[in-house]
């Protein structure tokens, strides 16, 4: 253990001495008029029929609106919608007057019930979001600026669906062959050249006021060392620091801020394949490792341990009765002797990313210490995806995302049994009680008795240990020195730039 301690402070010291020399050798160019950000990848499309990846969702944000959106604080508020009413079963909506299209045209109730029903009527695979719009029975027009959408049943948090980026409204007359979609947002797209670079402009008309910047360029670039090299250089104006981002310290052409970040990283546990299927077994693997001396050594004071699924204060939520399991590498071994031969050898999948994998390392170490032999495999995100879909895997290390800080979105697409696989439920785990409890959570509309009945839900969860829980984080970002205005927000679809200018 002491090696893997020695070997992740050498890398965090190699990387805060690099960092260095890049500020005391990168000068600043002049000024450019578009705030500069980058993403690793390009969007799969720039539509919200087929967005379900987070870099799709993100620059849709910008483009788009949807009836409901996430504030600062995490609270759901209108966007498109002037007024609402919601009783469980039935959400009348009135549109906000004088919303206007990148193309002139005012948004209208027929725009809202066009783009809901392309999705929701849209027949699989080729609509991989028709699902989260299974609740709605019908979408009726009750007017030119208003409707009405029926549920099927009580669905206490379906505003909270309208807000991801597959409920963005978008124009009719949309080129949706070509993906050239027409939203409202405050930035419309300009040029997107694959691999190399995204450009929006803003929209002058935007309901909320003509944005302060004229456009934000999304530059994609692959590695995080070339990405703080070319902000460093002064070419970007904002850059997330990765995993082991000690490095980084404010000074006067730079500044960092901590952001909100809805994620929690876990090790999926095959709930169906022997040894996972036994519940003492996986208890025994979290009791094995040391997450204080992993965060300790490679991690800053934005990771914390996740003792469940649920990140605290998710949506005002909180489960402080529910504590984490506790490292106990006596008990674990003792357990993981009865149940598991000296001959199992175990296989632990992680994407191909260095810091991930130096994780899986010292993972592996703490395995061994408890007589458990644990192969690490590296593989590129599609190809692991793709083997824990079909269920061949032992475990596998995700993060999960929230689409909106609210708790049932950590638990029902991550623990009903019907989501299992596809659906999110990647430990196909399968609990009647906790099945029984979500869905009665799902119908409960008075928020505090609903926030009980997660509790209870989550302290199964965690008791039955269908994942190895690991840690949350808050997302650490440097942005340049002429940024002004940029908020923090607890959703990723939520930020869409219009507050912010340059000094």
């Known amino acids: 253990m002491k090696t893997a301690m020695k070997s992740a402070r050498s890398v965090i010291k190699v ?61 759901l508020v209108g966007d498109l919608a002037a007024w609402h009413h919601f009783d469980g079963k039935t959400l009348r909506v009135k549109i906000r007057p004088k919303v206007y299209f990148h193309n002139g045209r005012e948004c209208t109730a027929d725009d809202v019930i066009f783009s809901l029903n392309r999705v929701r009527l849209g027949e699989h695979p080729t609509s991989p979001r028709k699902g989260m719009l299974s609740p709605v029975r019908t979408i009726e027009k ?53 691999d190399e670079r995204i450009v929006l402009v803003r929209h002058d008309a935007y309901f909320k006021g003509r944005p302060k910047l004229k456009g934000i360029e999304y530059r994609i670039i692959p590695e995080d060392l070339m990405a703080r090299f070319e902000f460093t250089s002064g070419n970007l104006d904002y850059f997330e620091l990765p995993l082991l981002g000690k490095a980084f310290q404010s000074e006067n052409t730079y500044r960092i801020i901590d952001m909100p970040e809805p994620g929690v990283h876990y ?38 341990i996740a003792p469940g699924p649920v990140p605290d204060g998710t949506g005002g939520y909180a489960a402080p009765h529910l504590p984490a399991i506790d490292y106990n590498p006596s008990d674990a071994g003792k357990i993981i002797a009865a149940r598991c031969a000296r ?50 895997f032992d475990m596998a290390y995700f993060t999960w995302y929230g689409d909106y800080p609210e708790p049932e979105n950590y638990l029902a697409p991550l ?80 930020f869409k730039g219009e507050s912010m200018y340059f000094e």
């Open 15 to 75: 990387s805060i001495a690099a960092t260095g020399l890049f500020f005391l050798f990168c000068a600043n160019p002049s000024p450019q008029p578009f705030f500069r950000m980058y993403t690793q990848s390009d969007p799969g499309k720039l539509d919200p029929f087929y967005s379900t990846d987070v870099v799709s969702g993100r620059i849709l944000a910008m483009m788009c609106n949807g009836l409901f959106a996430i504030d600062e604080r995490g609270n």
């Open 142 to 194: 009750t007017g030119a600026d208003s409707l009405a959408i029926h549920l099927h049943g009580v669905h206490a948090t379906f505003p909270y669906v309208l807000t991801m980026p597959a409920c963005f409204i978008a124009a009719q007359e949309s080129d949706f062959s070509s993906g050239r979609i027409i939203g409202t947002g405050p930035f419309k797209l300009s040029e997107w050249k694959q």
């Open 267 to 304: 090790i999926a546990l095959n709930t169906r394949r022997k040894p996972f299927d036994d519940t003492q077994f996986r208890r025994a693997l979290n009791m094995a490792i040391d997450k204080k001396a992993i965060i300790n050594a490679l991690f800053d004071s934005r990771f914390a």
């Open 343 to 392: 001959e199992c050898e175990l296989t632990l999948l992680v994407k191909a990313d260095y810091q991930l994998e130096l994780v899986a390392r010292m993972m592996q170490h703490f395995f061994s210490e408890v007589g458990l032999t644990v192969r690490v495999q590296t593989l590129e995100w599609s190809a692991l995806k793709s083997r824990v879909l079909r269920g061949d």
């Open 415 to 494: 623990f009903h049994s019907k989501n299992a696989g596809i659906g999110g439920n990647r430990a196909l785990y399968a609990n009647p009680a906790v099945d029984a409890l979500l869905e009665k959570a799902g119908a409960e509309t008075d928020t505090q008795k609903r926030f009980d009945i997660y509790r209870r839900a989550e302290g199964i969860i965690r008791d039955d240990a269908p994942w190895i829980f690991l840690w949350t984080s808050v997302k650490r970002v440097a942005l340049s020195g002429r940024v002004r205005g940029f908020a923090a927000y607890p959703a990723f679809t939520a």
